[in-house]
């Protein structure tokens, strides 16, 4: 059964404007008036819910006296993807969560300063800090994502020679590809990459480690590694039909909109989007402004287990999205053609068990099947783990999840440094761009303490 409506093509105009920014960011007045309203407070809770420890208060103050500059560099050093995370970052259960005034009116608008003053950066191609003095070491860095861009440019300022291995076409791992455009514009993503190159850091796309140069001739070319290779595509969920025409890879879909006229095609389709996290979001927010009719997130949980942030929940709803909870798919039915039709699934009830994440254990109810009427399947339910890569290192896992130090991310091998999503899961953390962006430069840090001891280990300057 089919119901989607006459295919229409998809322009080029009307993509543009279902995949502009949603969010339109503060205006000159708007953002002085919201920086006065900041206390600038001394011991400020803020700064401590920030993974990045970017010193709210003082970027906020350089806002209201008109010191852009000084704003976008106090956000920078901290976070070297600040940016992005301006945009992407939780800032409702972190800084904002954080800020006193939650108990007198609102919470000061942080997400939305930190946007304007690193746009200011973007717009004026403000170059905000210099490359230090040459060491004469060399560090290669696994992954041009958050994590490996945070500990290249932290390793470019103190003066390493810093080479990126990056299997994509394009640097920014999750930042250029990953998350939606009207969330995050990939040109956002890209400047980032470009402020990493500007400082002397090298970075070779299109380059897979493990494939186009071995783990070896890597530890026998390089003083330190930086393994930070995030994660691969949603893997098979393992039930019949996955091969129908209409099933797609949620982390594949999103890619599709960040880089192009996508060539899926969902314009009046009904849609089921198996998943609950923040990438099923995505690709269910997707899917609505590619037109399609119907959107269904499918959950064997309820909302309260869910994993997806609040703010990308309700921005859900307000797309339309709709949500199936205690629901399990069991099989993806098909027509002679090898389409899709429907999605099979059962009903679920929770049970009073807790399991190893903490959350109940869902158990079908018997006799409950029933058929969804649907023209398209998502997959959302996580992505593949670098195992193959980090056994080349020979490094010490648990499943894919490298064990690190939690102080250094040095890992098994002392020469080896692993961040990011790498090393997220097994109940380490939270999988956020901005811990990433910590954990990056932390292990930066740990190389330069490692290789240069008798150094002051102060990052670099601004310029």
């Not at 806002?63 to 050093?77: F, H, Y």
């Not at 899961?425 to 840090?445: C, I, L």
Request: charged fraction near 20%.
């Amino acid at each position: 059964m089919n119901h989607s409506s006459p295919i229409t093509a998809f322009s080029p105009d009307m993509f543009m404007h279902n995949f502009a920014e949603a969010e339109p960011g503060l205006s000159r007045k708007g953002a002085v008036e919201e920086s006065n309203r900041c206390l600038y407070c001394y011991d400020a809770p803020c700064i401590k819910a920030c993974p990045t420890s970017i010193n709210i208060p003082s970027f906020i103050k350089r806002i209201a006296t008109d010191n852009l500059r000084g704003a976008a560099t106090t956000i920078m050093e901290s976070n070297p993807v600040g940016a992005s995370c301006a945009r992407v970052c939780p800032t409702e259960e972190l800084c904002e969560g954080a800020c006193v005034l939650n108990d007198a009116s609102a919470p000061i608008q942080i997400g939305l300063l930190q946007r304007y003053a690193t746009d200011w950066a973007i717009a004026s191609n403000a170059e905000l800090f210099q490359p230090g003095q040459r060491t004469g070491y060399k560090v290669a860095v696994v992954g041009g994502g958050p994590a490996g861009l945070s500990a290249a440019r932290e390793l470019a300022r103190k003066g390493f020679d810093v080479v990126i291995y990056e299997a994509r076409d394009l640097a920014g791992g999750l930042d250029t590809y990953g998350i939606v455009s009207f969330r995050l514009p990939q040109s956002i993503s890209l400047w980032e990459v470009e402020q990493v190159q500007k400082l002397g850091a090298e970075i070779k796309t299109g380059v897979r480690v493990g494939t186009d140069i071995s783990a070896d001739e890597l530890l026998e070319q390089y003083d330190a590694i930086v393994l930070a290779a995030g994660m691969g595509y949603v893997p098979p969920i393992g039930i019949e039909g996955e091969q129908l025409d209409g099933v797609y890879d949620a982390i594949k879909l999103v890619e599709q909109t960040k880089t192009g006229l996508p060539s899926v095609n969902l314009i009046g389709q009904h849609v089921a989007v198996i998943g609950a996290g923040n990438t099923a979001i995505d690709a269910a927010t997707c899917s609505v402004r590619l037109g399609a009719a119907n959107v269904k997130m499918i959950y064997r949980r309820t909302r309260e287990e869910m994993t997806a942030y609040d703010f990308e929940y309700e921005f859900a709803k307000q797309e339309g999205v709709e949500f199936r909870w205690l629901t399990l798919p069991k099989r993806i039915v098909g027509d002679e053609s090898g389409k899709v039709t429907h999605l099979e699934c059962v009903q679920m009830t929770l049970t009073g068990e807790t399991g190893k994440d903490g959350r109940l254990v869902p158990m079908p109810v018997a006799g409950s099947e029933f058929l969804l009427p649907v023209d398209a399947v998502v997959t959302a339910i996580g992505q593949e783990r670098q195992k193959g890569l980090i056994e080349q290192f020979g490094l010490h896992h648990a499943w894919g999840v490298v064990e690190v130090d939690d102080v250094t991310y040095q890992t098994s091998n002392p020469k080896v440094y692993a961040v990011g999503d790498i090393i997220f899961g097994s109940g380490r953390g939270e999988a956020m761009v901005v811990s990433a962006a910590q954990q990056g430069k932390d292990a930066a840090h740990a190389i330069v303490r490692q290789l240069l001891p008798q150094q002051d280990h102060v990052i670099g300057s601004a310029m």
